[in-house]
């Protein structure tokens, strides 16, 4: 059914609608194929439970519109789409991770925590718990060094290519959510772009891609 819904959204216009699995493969090559089935098996794993839906739901579009522009800003030099793609998706990974070990503790505990102490314990523990859950489901490396390095400024290593790309590709995500942003953002922004050399044509093609995102968003929701 996802497969489906992004095949037939209006960002890849498709001449005639797309009904059956043979024609989306066709359509939308293997590469987006099994991106959308990642997303889907994360989804299920680690980002669907009733007790906490709201958050998960939250977590879980900030990490559809990472990949998705990530996706955007890898697209044009052609280089390595589906693995921005993953590390997009994926970079925050520990964050429902430790919702859910919160949501499990055997003493029933964490119902006592306020808001701001079960956000406090979620950033001091997702990059741990990210890196963690990388090991277990065998994950490449340049996806577990972004889960651990993508809020480095400073990296600098075999992946800082696919680091960078998701620093900016996570500033737009926020934009396009409509989330809170400093007002430091946007010198953030400017900065992710020098530091990734990006050309006046790739900038002025990320001016194009907020409808991609955001049907991607509709899709995967």
């Not at 001449?15 to 059956?20: A, D, K, L, M």
Request: proline share 4%; aromatic share 4%; with cysteine.
């Amino acid at each position: 059914t996802n497969v489906l819904r992004v095949a037939n959204s209006a960002a890849l216009a498709p001449r005639i609608p797309i009904v059956t699995m043979s024609q989306a493969i066709a359509w939308l090559g293997m590469g987006e194929i099994q991106s959308i089935a990642m997303a889907v098996a994360v989804r299920s794993r680690l980002f669907t439970d009733a007790t906490h839906e709201t958050s998960l739901k939250a977590m879980w579009r900030t990490a559809v519109a990472t990949a998705y522009w990530a996706r955007e800003i890898a697209r044009p030099r052609r280089i390595t789409v589906d693995l921005a793609h993953l590390c997009g998706l994926l970079h925050r990974i520990g964050r429902p991770v430790v919702v859910r070990c919160l949501a499990q503790a055997p003493d029933g505990s964490s119902k006592h925590l306020s808001a701001g102490q079960r956000a406090q314990l979620i950033d001091r523990f997702e990059a741990d718990a990210g890196v963690a859950l990388s090991g277990v489901w065998n994950l490449p490396e340049p996806v577990s060094t972004t889960i651990e390095h993508w809020r480095d400024a400073d990296y600098q290593g075999p992946w800082e290519r696919q680091i960078r790309q998701v620093q900016l590709a996570q500033l737009l995500a926020s934009r396009s959510l409509g989330q809170p942003m400093d007002e430091l953002a946007e010198a953030r922004v400017h900065a992710a772009i020098t530091a990734l050399q990006m050309t006046a044509d790739e900038i002025a093609l990320l001016a194009t891609s907020e409808a991609a995102v955001q049907q991607a968003l509709l899709a995967l929701d």
